[in-house]
């Protein structure tokens, strides 16, 4: 049976087809060795959604809710072969509409990212209702992250241009005056008033950490006259940093807010709309992590927002620890980090910065340039491959797309490649752990806790008795992430009653995250989770769980009746 989504998000959602397949799914595009091309992972096939049953996904008392993608892997696949970590996509001009939206959801994407740098409130509402409806009518899971501009040092928005190009020993004038639309050739606004006055003649003027450089030859009144050194392409709102004998220019930027005024209004609106995560840009203390969760707290009566702490500015970096452990997750935010540490100190920040998130038990996101290239070509660089292995090695719970699924030719590939390369690395790994007999579980690291000495021995045991699932029955999601931080060789089964902490978990590592309704009775609980998710095709008898919850403090080990 031909499959009904949309022949265009069949074309490119899934996985790119073996060379041997009659049709390729690409007919467009050219590959020249396929061999290379072959990202080796089974083509799914999502059912049809009709009238009638669209219906039936809204959730009714006695039902379970589940992601639509995921429901069709696990009977694909099996239990042992769902993607563990999860996917970021930064919606942009290419991905805002419903269809684009829909083949981003039918493709993986568990969070949808909107940058509040870029584009009007009223264009993120339509694309927070589209996801919205796409979960309700369709069955996806969707989460939504907000990010905020932050208020750091940025450019205009290049006269309504999409992108400039910069060439090596062009003039160009950086400039505090107000321009329209007509902005003049090679000249570009900066978004704070002291700018002309606090650069020098001879610093160096940084676009997007590095990507293009100038360097100041003269200043005129508002008019800062720089010479392009490194040639490149300016998106609107970059980032400006300026580099002087060697050292970033910090003093402006300490004296800025983390969160500027514009920041919070964009705040209320995330609020108003219900996000599920709001991500803030260049953290330097736990202090503003602290400030934004409480006004959370006070203005969101349910409290349900995740407050997402991104890793970028050099004075996060000396307080790590506590910045992480007053947020409810982090982002290693690569693009702007690269603008104020040597790149080659990246990766160790990198790893250093997911493996403290593992231990302190908070979900944590690798982003920025994971696919650069695949903005412009259909097919990534093996050095770009490499970099996500490393990442998904690290077991980070997400890999994010920016540029390359907001603006990018190729969105729907770019997240084929991060599915079909996640799923490779993920077996690898478990392979790997398999052969030495390692049974790795995390330390007890966190205030010595009951629920998380439960959560590492269930883990200890599925990995052992090499179960096919644990189940976890979850009101807050705590127990749920506590197995999660194990990253279990099984994939982890979470079942909450309520489904903003069910969008939230989207977020971590190896959960599956479903709504369901439970009593007090673990048995009853089991009985009806069982039939429900046999009545589905998602798992079959015979197969062995292990079961932990919320309230009661025991380990089950129960065979699939
Ligand atoms: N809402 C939007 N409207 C228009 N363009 C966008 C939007 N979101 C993202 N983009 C484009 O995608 C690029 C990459 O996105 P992202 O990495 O989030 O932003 P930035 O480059 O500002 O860090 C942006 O530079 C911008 O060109
Ligand atoms: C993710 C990042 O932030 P933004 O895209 O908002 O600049 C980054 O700098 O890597
Ligand atoms: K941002
Ligand atoms: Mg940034």
């Not at 996904?57 to 992601?67: C, E, N, S, T």
């Not at 993120?124 to 208020?151: C, P, W, Y």
């Not at 806790?449 to 045991?461: L, P, T, Y």
């Not at 971590?508 to 089991?526: A, K």
Request: hydrophobic residues 40%; contains cysteine.
């Amino acid at each position: 049976m031909t499959p009904s989504i949309t022949s265009k998000s069949l074309r490119f959602s899934f996985s790119i087809a073996p060379s041997h397949s009659k049709s390729n799914p690409y007919p467009k595009i050219p590959l020249p060795n396929p061999k290379f091309h072959q990202f080796p992972q089974p083509l799914l096939r999502l059912k049809p959604i009709s009238a009638v049953q669209s219906k039936l996904l809204v959730p009714d008392a006695g039902a379970i809710v589940v992601d639509r993608v995921t429901e069709a892997e696990l009977k694909e696949n099996g239990f042992r072969s769902t993607r563990r970590t999860k996917i970021v996509c930064t919606i942009g001009p290419q991905t805002c509409g419903f269809d684009e939206l829909e083949a981003l959801a039918v493709g993986g994407m568990n969070v949808a990212r909107i940058n509040m740098c870029h584009g009007t409130r009223e264009w993120h509402r339509q694309v927070i209702e589209h996801v919205r409806r796409l979960n309700e009518e369709k069955g996806f899971g969707v989460a939504v992250m907000m990010d905020t501009e932050g208020s750091e040092i940025n450019m205009g928005d290049l006269g309504g241009a999409t992108s400039a190009k910069a060439e090596d020993g062009e003039i160009w004038t950086f400039t505090v005056r107000t321009l329209g639309l007509d902005c003049p050739d090679r000249t570009i606004t900066a978004n704070y008033d002291g700018f002309a006055e606090d650069v020098k003649v001879g610093d160096e003027l940084l676009v997007d950490g590095g990507m293009v450089r100038f360097v100041v030859t003269e200043k005129i009144g508002p008019d800062v006259i720089c010479c392009c050194t490194d040639p490149g392409m300016l998106l609107p709102r970059a980032n400006l940093t300026f580099w002087r004998d060697g050292s970033l220019v910090l003093e402006r930027n300490a004296m800025l807010p983390t969160i500027s005024s514009k920041d919070w209004l964009d705040i209320d609106f995330g609020i108003a709309e219900g996000v599920d995560f709001i991500a803030v840009s260049f953290v330097k203390s736990a202090e503003v992590i602290k400030h934004l969760k409480s006004y959370i707290a006070a203005r969101s009566p349910k409290n349900d927002i995740a407050v997402i702490a991104k890793l970028e500015s050099i004075d996060s970096l000396g307080n790590l620890e506590e910045i992480i452990l007053a947020s409810d997750g982090a982002m290693v935010a690569r693009g702007d980090m690269g603008a104020q540490i040597p790149l080659e100190q990246i990766p160790s920040v990198q790893e250093n910065i997911v493996q403290l998130c593992k231990q302190l038990n908070k979900p944590v996101i690798v982003a920025s340039q994971l696919l650069e290239s695949m903005v412009e070509y259909p097919i990534p660089t093996r050095a770009e491959v490499a970099d996500v292995s490393e990442a998904v090695g690290q077991q980070a719970d997400a890999l994010m797309l920016s540029g390359e699924s907001a603006m990018g030719h190729y969105p729907e590939k770019a997240l084929a490649v991060l599915r079909s390369v996640s799923l490779r690395i993920e077996r690898r790994l478990r392979e790997k752990r398999h052969s030495t007999l390692e049974v790795q579980t995390m330390s007890s690291s966190l205030h010595i806790g009951i629920q998380e000495e439960m959560c590492n021995a269930a883990v200890k045991m599925a990995n052992k008795l090499e179960a096919d699932a644990l189940f976890v029955y979850t009101k807050t999601g705590h127990m749920a992430s506590l197995l999660s931080r194990n990253r279990p060789d099984c994939a982890v089964f979470a079942f909450t009653p309520n489904s903003s902490v069910r969008r939230r978990l989207n977020l971590r590592w190896g959960l599956i995250p479903f709504c369901l309704s439970f009593s007090n009775e673990m048995e009853s609980n089991l009985k009806r989770t069982f039939s429900l998710l046999k009545a589905r095709g998602m798992i079959s008898s015979g197969g062995l769980i292990i079961v932990v919850s919320d309230q009661l403090r025991s380990i089950q080990v129960i065979n699939v009746p």
